[in-house]
């Protein structure tokens, strides 16, 4: 009998670390050894992952060991860690799939999202896939069945993006979580300018200002355009991710990614335009139908996706679908997902099963 494939998870104490083990523990058991690791601070004590105790091993130059027999590897970390360990994983036999942005714009780094390119993932000259940033997944499975239907000629999306999506989620979650401690019961906080940034103090964690009782319309670093006044990094991920999921280089996208005080799940407005005309009863039984899609859509009754109804469930869910109100090509919609879910952990264990599932004869 073909031996089951040896799983690392690396960065098992993070945000989407908790979440991949929880996801670990409920998926069908394709997986032979469990191995957890996280950096030197967090070794030592004890993960639960499919109902058993696993010890966190290291990682780091004097564990290296720690990677060896692994066949594939969840690289759950920061961008940097990314950067230097995936390769070396990948050089000791391990396919990994990697969270981070540290090789999404790698030409021979496939960036795959199962329900609209899984084919991508068969071909990884360098033994690493990478899976697309936390926004990027929230739209890309309604957006991908819609092109396939109608051919997206052009994209403007506006992304309400929760604190446990700013990179580092748990510090993210954490500084959000001190904030709200802050300024509740804060009387009439919030009625005057800067009173709440007082209330909050100097310390807002990873986020350029208070969040608690706020939007902040900045995430992610300065892009590649420069410094203040242009595109961050996280709206230049979500044109280049879309871009090269759709395998359309050129499909014009505008984007803006705001931060909300939203524990997790990442909101999305989309304005869609194609190269045909649309009409929502056809978009509804698209997204009725599509794979990792759940429609939500009789606004008169209530019911539309919110980021407090979908946190901790797998799919995009959509609704507010609507004819643009001046242009016929064009549709108007509203996405919500788990960041941690579909926007990251469950994205990077689709790709990791499905490449256990082409294991299957060749071990
Ligand atoms: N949060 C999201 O919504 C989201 C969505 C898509 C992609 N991602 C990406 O997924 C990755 C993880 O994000 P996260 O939100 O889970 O971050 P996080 O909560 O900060 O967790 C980071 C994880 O990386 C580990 N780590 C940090 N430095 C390390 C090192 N030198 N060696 C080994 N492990 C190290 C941490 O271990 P310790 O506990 O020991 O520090 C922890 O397990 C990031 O690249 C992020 O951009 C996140």
Redesign the pocket.
Known sequence: MTPKPTLAV????????SVMLQMLTHHADVWGEIRL??????AGPKASVRGEECEIL???EEYEHHLDGVDVALF????A??AR?APVAAAKGAVVVD???AFRHDADVPLVVPEVNAHAALVRPRGIVA?P??TT?ALIAAVGALHAEFGVAELVVTAQQ?A?????????VDALRAQLGLVAGGGDLGTHPGDVRRAVGENTGPFPGPLALNVLPWSGTAGEDGAAGVHSSEEERVRDETRRILGNPGLRIAATCVRVPVVTGHSVSVHARFEHPVTVGRAHEVLATSPGVVLVDDPAAGDFPTPADVVGTDPAWVGRVRRSMDDERALDFFVCAD??RK??ALNALQVAEQIAASFVGDM
């Open positions: 690396v960065g098992a104490t993070g945000a989407v670390g690791l996280a950096s030197p601070r967090s290291a990682l780091g759950l970390v920061p961008e860690v990314a360990w969270a981070s942005g899976s940033g936390c997944l929760a446990s999506g700013a990179g580092a989620g748990q510090a993210g960041n941690l926007g990251a």
